[in-house]
Each structure stands twice: as structure tokens, then as C-alpha cells.
T-cell receptor, first 111, second 116 residues
Framework: QKEVEQDPGPLSVPEGAIVSLNCTYS??????FMWYRQYSRKGPELLMY????GNKEDGRFTAQVDKSSKYISLFIRDSQPSDSATYLC???????????FGGGTRVLVKP | SAVISQKPSRDICQRGTSLTIQCQVD?????MFWYRQQPGQSLTLIAT?????????ESGFVIDKFPISRPNLTFSTLTVSNMSPEDSSIYLC?????????????FGEGSRLTVL
């Protein structure tokens, strides 16, 4: 079993819909949780960063962390074709520690 | 954040040769990491590049195959030695901005390596 599980997709949604992404993990020591967006042939771009449990909102993006269930989510509201990319969850035990990544979910937003 | 430049952005290499990838950051950073992303896969940490000392390698990666240098707080190199087709991957430099202490890591654009 992988340390971080993420559905590979692809997840196809119409423009304007809400995109719902999630990851589950097994290591209870993870404290820092991140979501990255990666366009084809580009490096990952940090989208959202949260520490411990709770919600964080930034524009159209909302990240949720439920440490009791070892489950994190990313929601994208009013999705746009430009949101089409692979979304990677990542987590670490402490600041400056290595990140453990999920496998990534490919998202396609259709106009 | 930080601006991270990697060179080369892509290369095609012959089996048995070696290639050095450079990572330059526009500000001093405490932590610098090298990741590999194989085709269709997620990112796997190769090593942590330590300034002024030997890199710390993850399980499955060794210094003879992936020697790393980090002469200062803004620059690092990763060499992929004696390459085989299995080394065809994207190699990514990642940094945590100095003083942030937040755990936020930023990535370069990556170096896409194809080994024939």
C-alpha cells in the first residue's frame, strides 16, 4: 500500500462545475499538506498549503484537511478550461522535511 | 516564493554517458531537494542537497549514480551517471525559501532527460 493514495483520474467536468479532488494517507505524523498543479511539460506549481487540520480558502480554491480520517481534499469552484492539469497532493512530517507525493489526478475542464 | 532556473531544460543522451543538471535560485535557500518524475508517474525524492557537505540520499538512490554538489545557498547540481534508458525522466530541483520555516516547497521547471 502506498503511503499517499490519489485517484489518477482522468476527471472530466464541464466548465463552471466544482472539481473535487482528494487524497488519503497512512502516516499519522504528516503535519503539512500541499496541493500542486502541474501543467504538461512544466514543473509543479504550489497552489495551496495547510498546516494540521482545518480549511483554507484562496479565491476559487478550498483545501480541507481531516487528520482524524487521514483525508485531504481540494475543491475548485467555477472551474475553467485553464484549470485542466494534473493535481498532486503532497505532505510532510515537518517543515523542511521531504515531501511524499500522491500519484496525481488528471483534470480536464471542458468548455 | 523563489525563482528557480534549471539547465538544461531538456536533453537527449546516449547510453553510458553522464549529464549534469544545474539549479540556480534567485535567493538564498536553506533546503534544496532533487526529485525525479518518471513518465506518467508522480515525484520521487532522490536526495537532499546539503550546503557544504555530502547530500543525503533516499532509499534506492546512491551517490555514485547521482552525485550532487551544493557549493553555496543558491546553486546545486545533479549528475546522472552512466545513463541507461531507465533514467529517462524529468529531474526537478525544489527549494524551501530561507527563513520561511513553513514547509512550502517550490519547484523549477524541470529537466527532461531522454536516454537512447
Amino acid at each position: 500500500q502506498k503511503e499517499v493514495e490519489q485517484d489518477p483520474g482522468p476527471l472530466s467536468v464541464p466548465e463552471g462545475a466544482i472539481v473535487s479532488l482528494n487524497c488519503t494517507y497512512s502516516n499519522s505524523a504528516f503535519q503539512y499538506f500541499m496541493w500542486y498543479r502541474q501543467y504538461s511539460r512544466k514543473g509543479p506549481e504550489l497552489l495551496m498549503y495547510t498546516y494540521s487540520s482545518g480549511n483554507k480558502e484562496d479565491g476559487r480554491f478550498t483545501a480541507q484537511v481531516d487528520k482524524s480520517s487521514k483525508y485531504i481534499s481540494l475543491f475548485i469552484r467555477d472551474s475553467q478550461p485553464s484549470d485542466s492539469a494534473t493535481y498532486l497532493c503532497a505532505m510532510s512530517e515537518a517543515a523542511g522535511n521531504k515531501l511524499t507525493f500522491g500519484g496525481g489526478t488528471r483534470v480536464l475542464v471542458k468548455p | 516564493s523563489a525563482v528557480i532556473s534549471q539547465k538544461p531544460s531538456r536533453d537527449i543522451c546516449q547510453r553510458g554517458t553522464s549529464l549534469t543538471i544545474q539549479c540556480q535560485v534567485d535567493s538564498q535557500v536553506t533546503m534544496m531537494f532533487w526529485y525525479r518524475q518518471q513518465p506518467g508517474q508522480s515525484l520521487t525524492l532522490i536526495a537532499t542537497a546539503n550546503q557544504g557537505s555530502e547530500a543525503t540520499y533516499e532509499s534506492g538512490f546512491v551517490i555514485d549514480k547521482f552525485p550532487i554538489s551544493r557549493p553555496n545557498l543558491t546553486f546545486s547540481t545533479l549528475t546522472v551517471s552512466n545513463m541507461s534508458p531507465e533514467d529517462s525522466s524529468i529531474y526537478l530541483c525544489s527549494v524551501e525559501v530561507a527563513g520561511a520555516g513553513s514547509g512550502e516547497l517550490f519547484f523549477g521547471e524541470g529537466s527532461r532527460l531522454t536516454v537512447l
